[in-house]
Every structure is written in C-alpha cells, then in structure tokens.
T-cell receptor, first 115, second 108 residues
Framework: DTGVSQDPRHKITKRGQNVTFRCDPI?????LYWYRQTLGQGPEFLTY????????KSRLLSDRFSAERPKGSFSTLEIQRTEQGDSAMYLC?????????????FGQGTRLTVV | QKEVEQNSGPLSVPEGAIASLNCTYS??????FFWYRQYSGKSPELIMF????GDKEDGRFTAQLNKASQYVSLLIRDSQPSDSATYLC????????FGAGTTVTVRA
C-alpha cells in the first residue's frame, strides 16, 4: 500500500485522557499536514512538517495538542486532557514539494469521540 | 476574511445537468488550486488540480482559474447520482487551506 495510512481509524476516549494518533505518509513525500474536521465543515489546518521540521502550528491549536515527526517519516499527533470539543475527524495528508508533484493526498482519518 | 470561501449549498441538480461550484481565496500568493470530493464519513479524495489561469478539463470535470479575480470554479457535466458528495476547494500558498465545502445532490 503506497497511500497515506492513519492509525487508529476510530478512537473513543473518556474526557481528560490523553490520546495519540499516528500518520504514515507516502514514502517520498516531504510535507506532512494535520487537519481536524467536524461535521459540515471543511478540514481545519492544525500543523505541518517539512521533513522533521514543524513549520507552522495553527493559533487555534491549544497547548494540549502536540505533533512530532522525529525522523521525517511518520508523524504523531497527541492530545492531552481531551475535552468533548476535541471530538472530530483528524486527517493527515502528505505531498511532495518537488516541481512535478504538489498534490496532497489524505489518509482515511482517525475519528475521535470524547465521552 | 476567510482564506477560502465556497458558494453555500446545498446544491441540487437533476441527473444529466451541469453542477457549478465556485470558490474565492484571499492570498494572492497562492500557487496551486485543488478540488477534492468527500463522501459522508470518508476522507477527501483529489479530483482536479489547476495551476495556471484558464480551463482544465478531465473527463466530465472542468476546473477554471482566474488569479486576477482570485476565483476558481469546478463544473461537473452530465451529473450522475454518484457525484452526490461534498466538494472542497483547497488553495496552496505556503500551507494548504480548505473551504467549508459545497454539498451537491444529483437527483435521479
């Protein structure tokens, strides 16, 4: 499978717990993006990486959210002390910044439900 | 002002008709423009991309870009019930930003 892979696909957690999601991008893609999407809305930008460097983090993202891409390959998104408002689909996308390929491809997403 | 705005839906068209979707963006430095299709409960799927002013056709889909007007559109010709989905406009400057989406329903 050469597509973007996200794990887990679904996560149900109790309020106050920490959760971590993983994204494995397409192998040659150097850019990796995290988005959050709630019902009826478009994907909301959270953060993105160029290789292992985190280049931007949305101001909408509280300190409870952190993301890493330690070796420039897979990435993790952690949410600490989850709140009910964190319930959403978390999407990962990757792309290459080479001159012939700038399209971003999405993984299947991780659906988080905080109860 | 939102970075990417799409015409509000939902949009209902009869089978075989043309569905027209519009999108405007605020960052004049935007370089690339994409249309994604998203079925309910699924992740977005890329259907079209356009980088230069003018039209780009791919099967029943035509994307149009006018950078001077900061406007991009998508036409779906001969609409089919399987085209019923939410269509997301995405704009790439230094990051990829999305509109809220327009939901299209094709009536059989």
């Amino acid at each position: 499978d050469t597509g973007v892979s996200q794990d887990p696909r679904h996560k149900i957690t109790k309020r106050g717990q920490n959760v971590t999601f993983r994204c494995d991008p397409i192998s040659e893609h150097n850019r990796l993006y995290w988005y959050r999407q709630t019902l009826g809305q478009g994907p909301e930008f959270l953060t993105y990486f160029q290789n292992e460097a985190q280049l931007e983090k949305s101001r909408l993202l509280s300190d409870r959210f952190s993301a890493e891409r330690p070796k420039g390959s897979f990435s993790t998104l952690e949410i600490q002390r989850t709140e009910q408002g964190d319930s959403a689909m978390y999407l990962c996308a990757s792309r290459s910044t080479g001159p012939t390929n700038t399209e971003a491809f999405f993984g299947q997403g991780t659906r988080l439900t905080v109860v | 002002q939102k970075e990417v705005e799409q015409n509000s839906g939902p949009l209902s068209v009869p089978e075989g008709a043309i569905a027209s979707l519009n999108c405007t963006y605020s960052d004049r430095g935007s370089q690339s423009f994409f249309w994604y299709r998203q079925y309910s409960g699924k992740s977005p799927e890329l259907i079209m991309f356009i980088y230069s002013n003018g039209d780009k056709e791919d099967g029943r889909f035509t994307a149009q870009l006018n950078k001077a007007s900061q406007y991009v559109s998508l036409l779906i010709r001969d609409s089919q019930p399987s085209d019923s989905a939410t269509y997301l406009c995405a704009v790439l400057a230094y990051k990829l930003s999305f509109g809220a989406g327009t939901t299209v329903t094709v009536r059989a």
